[in-house]
Nanobody
Framework: QVQLVESGGGLVQAGGSLRLSCAAS????????MGWFRQAPGKEREFVAAITWNGVNTYYADSVKGRFTISRDNAKNTGYLQMNSLKPEDTAVYYC??????????????WGQGTQVTVSS
């Protein structure tokens, strides 16, 4: 089992920044690729970004490319999502997940509980 806990969400004005964290416990986090997804009210959960187990490769949704950066610190069992130039359409609950395959998907086994990000215009 891998347990994931997100933090760092909140309310921010358009153009602002937030940094989300995903703290992992349980099985060796460094074995797993990690991803971030988001779900806005009335919409399906969508992919945001993913990173390989060693942090060498990353992959982003077109909607966040150039604004968001995914990273991880395996020594701290923690992954991150730095979000800059936030837009109101980025408002959603953000989830991290983990999987042995890269990139992670909505079918990945391990998920956190989510953290709310609200961007005001």
């Amino acid at each position: 089992q891998v347990q994931l806990v997100e933090s760092g969400g909140g309310l921010v004005q358009a153009g602002g920044s937030l940094r989300l964290s995903c703290a992992a416990s349980g099985r060796t986090f460094s074995r797993y690729a990690m991803g971030w997804f988001r779900q806005a009210p009335g919409k399906e959960r969508e992919f945001v970004a993913a990173i390989t187990w060693n942090g060498v490769n990353t992959y982003y949704a077109d909607s966040v490319k150039g604004r968001f950066t995914i990273s991880r610190d395996n020594a701290k069992n923690t992954g991150y999502l730095q979000m800059n130039s936030l837009k109101p359409e980025d408002t959603a609950v953000y989830y991290c997940n983990a999987d042995l395959v890269f990139p992670t998907t909505v079918r990945s086994r391990y998920w956190g509980q989510g953290t709310q990000v609200t961007v005001s215009s």
